[in-house]
């Protein structure tokens, strides 16, 4: 799975940082619809209960997007590694949100029984139709938003292996122990080397050891 993130060019043609702020920027538009979709409530358009706890999480987040492009642009090694994995569960919960309202947009579209003989299929056609092409467009969607995911990370590991951080090496106590529990996780992905670099460190730190002695 680590494979597939990106080195040093987004889309295979940009390079990663303008890549990472370009999707931070898409973010923030994206958290900043959350402002109409409350207004509905105002102008008596119906919502339901999931859309208006998915404006309200996108009203709430679009600060913390905003902090995250300024760090961005800035190359902020420790928060945009952050970033990232707010953008993670950010991924999962809109994969939620984008699988549950298309199931039901899928039901009240539901056309029930098969047509009767003698009459025309043509709209039953045209239903299949849109049906295959919302489906398509769907999986489009939700492909970008985990690809874009791992470009984000892509970005913060190389932020990461710039700054020379690891997970023994913060500062200050708070930050010391974010930077802990973020890089703590899949270090192979975050050292530059991967695991060849833990094992070198490793004998490294035996040798030093045995010269003691």
Known sequence: MLSIVPRQYFLGFIPLAAGAELITVFGVVNKASGIYGLLSIFTGHPITAAQLVLNIVSLLLLPVFLYALHNVRR????????????????????????????VTWFRVFEVPGAPEAGKDTSSSLDTASERGLSITIIVLVLLFKVYFCFALFGYARMLVRKAGLRADNGEGKFTKQLQFIMLAIAPSFWRRGGRRAGKGRMVNTLEEGIEMY
Do not use: K, R
């Open 75 to 102: 190359q902020n090694a420790l928060p945009v590694v952050a970033f990232s994995y707010i953008y993670f569960v950010d991924m999962l919960a809109n994969l939620a949100f984008t699988i549950y309202f298309s």
